[in-house]
């Protein structure tokens, strides 16, 4: 297998908005500069994060092309082309690959609910109609209905584009048998901010990040912290974020994050329904965490 690197920071991104409710470009450009600049590796374009439930396939394409073309070779992108229809992610993904990005992110199929042996299926067709576009796996039962096991991941990462794991089950237990299972240069992504260090101890190599939106440097800080064999300092930066990583998580994702970035004076705008804005009463929670980090 070749190894590609997407980074030990990876920030899966928010889509902004006007206050029409429409993809508010220029501020996308400014946000994955910003991001780039501070602290990421690589950004995720239309993750879960990014709204990809409600955003069209035309806007995706166009917010992965002008992503790409503001963050060039500074950093990786991403796209999110996952889908329940094998189909359907097989032609996202096709299409995105044109455009020259540096990855992939495969979501579980969700709603169907597939058997290991078809989520298995499913992720060879699409890195075998792709198969020099690296792929990153996303298992995230909570979201999916089905968790992506161990021994089926395994089995995926002897495909050669299929390269890492943005592993969000909760289960440390897992991930420590992913990293038995499979060879040394297959990437664990940690799914959660809160989990990042604890899955660096189990041979994870970074994170799929919300909180970097705001604090990129200090969770790039951490991973070095560690990695240079300063467990303290480490621990110390993420008991320091952890107040942040789970007032991020207070209302669904990326409900909080939106409210942050805005209060922060990014006008990243409302949200698509069904999702709706952040009540006050968290508003507050989330405005006393950034005082407490000094970010406002």
């Known amino acids: 297998m070749t190894n590609h690197s997407f980074g030990r920071v990876i920030t899966a991104m928010v889509t902004p908005f006007t206050p029409e409710g429409e993809v508010n470009y220029p501020v996308v450009e400014k946000l994955a500069d910003h991001l780039i600049t501070h602290g990421s590796d690589g950004l995720v374009v239309c993750g879960t994060t990014g709204e990809s439930p409600t955003l069209t396939w035309s806007e995706e394409y166009e917010l992965f092309r002008v992503v790409k073309g503001v963050v060039g070779n500074r950093g990786k992108v991403i796209a999110g082309t996952g889908s329940n229809s094998t189909s359907e992610a ?11 990005l540096d990855g992939s992110l495969q979501v579980v199929p969700y709603y169907n609910k597939p058997p290991q042996e078809g989520m298995y299926e499913h ?17 995230i039962p909570g979201r999916t209905g089905q968790n992506l096991l161990p021994e089926t991941i395994a089995r995926l990462s002897q495909i050669d584009n299929i390269t890492a794991v943005k592993e969000a089950s909760g289960n440390l237990e897992q991930v420590c048998k992913i990293r038995c299972l499979t060879g040394s240069d297959f990437e664990i992504y940690s799914g959660d901010d809160f989990l990042t260090l604890p899955i660096m101890t189990c041979g994870g190599v970074g994170v799929v990040s919300v909180a970097s939106h705001l604090v990129g440097e200090q969770i790039q800080a951490m991973i070095r912290a560690f990695n240079d064999g300063d467990t303290k300092g480490a621990v110390e930066i993420n008991l320091r974020l952890s107040p942040l990583f789970k007032g991020l998580f207070c209302a669904t994702n990326p409900i909080p994050v939106k409210a942050a970035l805005n209060r922060l004076g990014w006008q990243t705008g409302g949200l698509r329904l069904p999702l709706t804005s952040l009540p006050q009463e968290l508003q507050s929670g989330i405005e006393e965490i950034l005082g407490s980090l000094s970010l406002i």
Do not use: Q
Not at 90 to 100: N, W
């Open 123 to 139: 992720f060879r067709a699409i890195a075998k109609a792709c198969p020099d576009l690296p792929i990153m796996l996303y298992n």
């Open 90 to 100: 097989i032609e996202a993904t096709e299409k995105s690959a044109k455009l020259g």
